[in-house]
């Protein structure tokens, strides 16, 4: 047996093979009987063979791993890869063969856009019928070479040489489709065009799919300046406007032959997102983003060589759009609604659709929806009445220039469904497009002071000396007193009060009536400024890029009354979150976009709410509100619970307050009347200086006690606060004066506190021995301001009352 039969032995039986004689072996000449020894040699062979098994693993263990090798070899993993790309590839082939270009869909989707219909919350009484198409068609020749230039530099700097799509933005827009995270960018102007012109705006593999073949197929037939032309022309501007043409006259009032390289690029930067970006109604955030994309087309262009540099340095200033013309359907305040319901409705189309803004709104504009709001026809009226009686009609632009200056904005919520059953955006939509309603940047003033108190609350804070913080927690009211942190040291922070006036040793109590600023000052450092940002964030307000510092005390960071109402409507429900909504139904032809629910979860406790609404009856009945609103004619023993707010320089003045069943925040805003710059509102009405006790708060009273429930009650978990320790008695209601109120108290001030609310030591330290007596005492209630403001350290002290 040879060596190698002599190995294939072994393997197979384990043991070794008799050695073969050899012919050459010479035989036993002794005589000796010849032997072949088989046993032993033969048993050591089949131990090795044994161990060498185990060694290579031995047994099913080894067999299953052999398996798995012998099938995921790199030859097999290879073949698979190949098989799987020659399947997509003739995947693809055949979806190439079987997608043709559509005919001529533009006319047929023009003439199938149908007007909105909004309706009031009873579902049959019609607000508005909105939605004429607005389109043009332009030859491409028609507009300056310049011009078309702006829009391949804004969205695809490649489209001249590419062949009509972006593969790996493709790519990536087909995943994020699939694992459901919604469009994010990557299509060529083909693509776009493609889906404008022959497809749907909907967010689905197969709408992808047959945007890319047949963008692959339009490249082929179509030449890129074709392309460009139907692109700028079937693309939605806003206002209304679809195609280049129809914008160049929405925006600048010119033809788009007559458009500047400057203008072009707005118009080609609004394709983003045309409301968010239209300057007319855009926010400071909105404005920041369009210039900042304006100047991102421009410089792509003299990189691209289209513009020169010595161009490019003179375009420095974006070119202001002009005010939007009128549009049937949107006169009065029905333009407000119509935008707030269409913004909310876009939201939603993106949250459950995966769509762009640019995307929702083009999918929402002139589609034929049957949108309801949950807009109360009957208070609705009573608002915009409310407005017209208390402040439109007493201001006199002839007499008195600052009155031009004034804007009213309000916003009227049910705190324990959410809906906003009224709004009052401006004069009218087509004299003032933004709507004051939903304006964010103006200071909320001391309306934020409640939300300071609410933190203290629910934060169990202490005062410096480690007394808990309550509504009768005593505390030093002394204008431009220096704001102290936990180890006594000055945080460089002193602000003044209104007219600069000492109040001595207040009660948190009488400090929220008198609208108190050196007391909330301290008392938001001792709560600790990041606590009072963090629960102004979850009662509703914009803090993300707001810094925890001492000077937010005083209310200046920006807010919308729409924000105003949803934080004191989340109070009035008892901490459960609020988010206002617009919407009650929106239907598209069959199908019915679900509406989220505006009641949200607990956000603040109970108790810390309920505490803060009991302080706040004080504002009302013996504090800033007092002449305007517990004094009120009107009044039929409505419970309230509210707060005055008037910002530096007073360019902004509010009242926010609210009965047990509804919450209404009214605010006034000086605007210049030619810029649309901040500006004072001083002398306004003929008053030396707009209160938030004056306008807002007669505005707020004229409105809710003519359609609120005279004999709701706030039901309160709590033992603080005016509303179940009073410390004063109620005066019997008089006729309001002519004269615009202050925002202090018209009682007169005290000369001392009462015995059990003076401290013995600093007062903003220590913690009265007592709760405030029930009886009529001779000082005014004892309030504490509990809002949260946003003002710079370095900044004077906010006249914010």
């Given at each position: ?405 004034v804007q009213a904005g309000a916003v009227s919520v049910d705190p324990k469904t959410g809906k906003i059953v009224a709004l009052y955006g401006g004069v009218d939509y087509f004299k003032h497009y933004t709507s004051n309603a939903t304006r964010p940047d103006y200071q909320p003033a001391s309306t934020f002071k409640p939300v300071i108190l609410a933190a203290a609350l629910e934060e169990s804070a202490e005062t ?22 936990a180890d006594g040291d000055k945080v460089g922070f002193a602000p003044e009060n209104e007219d600069d006036r000492d109040y001595g040793d207040i009660t948190v109590q009488t400090a929220m009536n008198k609208s108190v600023n050196s007391v909330f000052a301290q008392l938001g450092v001792d709560v600790g400024m990041k606590n009072v940002m963090d629960v102004a964030g979850k009662l509703g307000m914009d803090t993300a890029k707001e810094q925890a510092v001492p000077a937010q005390t005083l209310g200046t960071m920006g807010a919308s009354p729409l924000q105003m109402a949803g934080v004191y409507a989340t109070l009035d429900n008892h901490g459960k979150k609020v988010t206002p909504g617009i919407l009650k139904k929106a239907e598209h032809n069959s199908t019915t976009v679900a509406i989220p629910d505006p009641i949200g979860e ?200």
């Amino acid at each position: 047996m040879g060596r190698a039969e002599e190995r294939r032995a072994r393997q197979r039986g384990g043991r070794r093979a008799a050695p073969r004689r050899s012919s050459g072996t010479p035989s036993n000449t002794e005589g000796s009987p010849s032997t072949t020894v088989i046993g032993a040699p033969s048993a050591a062979v089949g131990g090795r063979a044994a161990a060498r098994r185990a060694a290579k693993g031995g047994g099913k263990g080894a067999d299953g791993k052999g398996r798995i090798r012998r099938l995921f070899t790199w030859k097999k993993i290879l073949g698979t890869f190949l098989g799987f790309c020659l399947l997509a590839i003739g995947a693809f082939i055949a979806l190439y063969l079987a997608v043709d270009v559509p005919t001529d869909n533009a006319a047929a989707q023009a003439a199938q856009r149908q007007s909105n219909v909004y309706k009031y919350s009873d579902g049959t009484t019609t607000l508005a019928r909105d939605g004429e198409v607005n389109r043009e068609i332009v030859d491409l020749a028609k507009v300056p070479k310049k011009v078309q230039r702006t829009f391949v530099a804004a969205e695809n700097k490649t489209f001249y040489n590419d062949h009509g799509i972006d593969l790996k933005g493709t790519t990536r827009g087909v995943l994020n489709t699939l694992m459901g995270k919604g469009a994010q960018g990557g299509s060529t102007i083909t693509q776009q065009y493609v889906k404008n012109y022959y497809l749907s705006q909907e967010q689905t593999v197969s709408r992808k799919l047959k945007e890319i073949v047949i963008s692959l197929k339009v490249d082929r037939q179509m030449s890129k300046d074709d392309i460009l032309a139907g692109y700028i022309n079937t693309s939605y501007y806003g206002r209304g406007a679809y195609g280049i043409q129809a914008a160049a006259q929405a925006y600048y009032r010119v033809d788009a032959e007559k458009l500047t390289v400057e203008q072009g690029a707005y118009l080609a930067a609004l394709l983003q997102a045309p409301s968010q970006y239209d300057w007319q109604a855009a926010s400071e955030t909105g404005k920041k983003l369009v210039t900042a994309r304006w100047n991102y087309v421009l410089d792509n262009m003299v990189e691209e060589g289209w513009l020169s540099k010595a161009e490019r340095q003179g375009m420095t200033e974006l070119p202001k759009p002009k005010e939007p013309k009128p549009t049937a359907g949107r006169e009065g305040q029905k333009g407000y609604l119509i935008e707030l319901a269409n913004h909310q409705l876009e939201d939603q189309l993106m949250e459950e659709k995966g769509l762009t803004r640019s995307q929702a709104e083009a999918a929402v504009e002139d589609q034929g929806w049957t949108i309801t709001l949950n807009i109360d026809k009957k208070k609705q009226s009573e608002l915009e009445k409310a407005v017209k009686a208390q402040l439109t009609s007493k201001l006199d632009k002839k007499k008195r220039k600052v009155d031009a200056d004034v804007q009213a904005g309000a916003v009227s919520v049910d705190p324990k469904t959410g809906k906003i059953v009224a709004l009052y955006g401006g004069v009218d939509y087509f004299k003032h497009y933004t709507s004051n309603a939903t304006r964010p940047d103006y200071q909320p003033a001391s309306t934020f002071k409640p939300v300071i108190l609410a933190a203290a609350l629910e934060e169990s804070a202490e005062t410096r000396s480690g007394k808990p913080i309550t509504a009768s927690t005593v505390y030093d009211g002394t204008s431009k007193r220096p704001v102290l942190d936990a180890d006594g040291d000055k945080v460089g922070f002193a602000p003044e009060n209104e007219d600069d006036r000492d109040y001595g040793d207040i009660t948190v109590q009488t400090a929220m009536n008198k609208s108190v600023n050196s007391v909330f000052a301290q008392l938001g450092v001792d709560v600790g400024m990041k606590n009072v940002m963090d629960v102004a964030g979850k009662l509703g307000m914009d803090t993300a890029k707001e810094q925890a510092v001492p000077a937010q005390t005083l209310g200046t960071m920006g807010a919308s009354p729409l924000q105003m109402a949803g934080v004191y409507a989340t109070l009035d429900n008892h901490g459960k979150k609020v988010t206002p909504g617009i919407l009650k139904k929106a239907e598209h032809n069959s199908t019915t976009v679900a509406i989220p629910d505006p009641i949200g979860e607990q956000v603040i406790s109970p108790e810390a709410a309920d505490t803060v609404t009991s302080v706040l009856t004080g504002v009302v009945d013996d504090g800033t509100a007092r002449q305007s609103v517990a004094n009120n004619p009107k009044r039929n023993g409505q419970k309230v619970a509210g707060k005055t707010g008037t910002s530096d320089d007073n360019k902004s003045a509010w009242f926010t307050g609210y009965t047990p069943d509804l919450v209404t925040s009214v605010g006034l805003f000086g605007e210049d009347d030619k810029t649309h710059a901040q500006t004072k509102m001083y002398g306004a009405g003929g008053f030396d200086r707009v209160n938030g006790g004056g306008f807002p708060a007669q505005i707020w009273a004229a409105y809710m006690f003519g359609v609120t429930d005279p004999d709701a009650r706030f039901d309160l978990d709590t033992d603080q606060g005016a509303a179940v320790q009073p410390t004063w008695t109620p005066t019997p209601s008089q006729e309001p004066t002519t004269e615009e109120p202050t925002d202090e108290p018209t009682t007169e001030e005290p000369t001392d506190e009462p015995t059990t609310e003076k401290p013995t030591d600093e007062p903003t330290t220590e913690e009265p021995t007592d709760e405030p007596t029930t009886e009529e005492p001779t000082t005014t209630p004892t309030v504490e301001p509990t809002g949260d403001i946003t003002l710079d350290p370095g900044r004077p002290g906010d006249n914010d009352q």
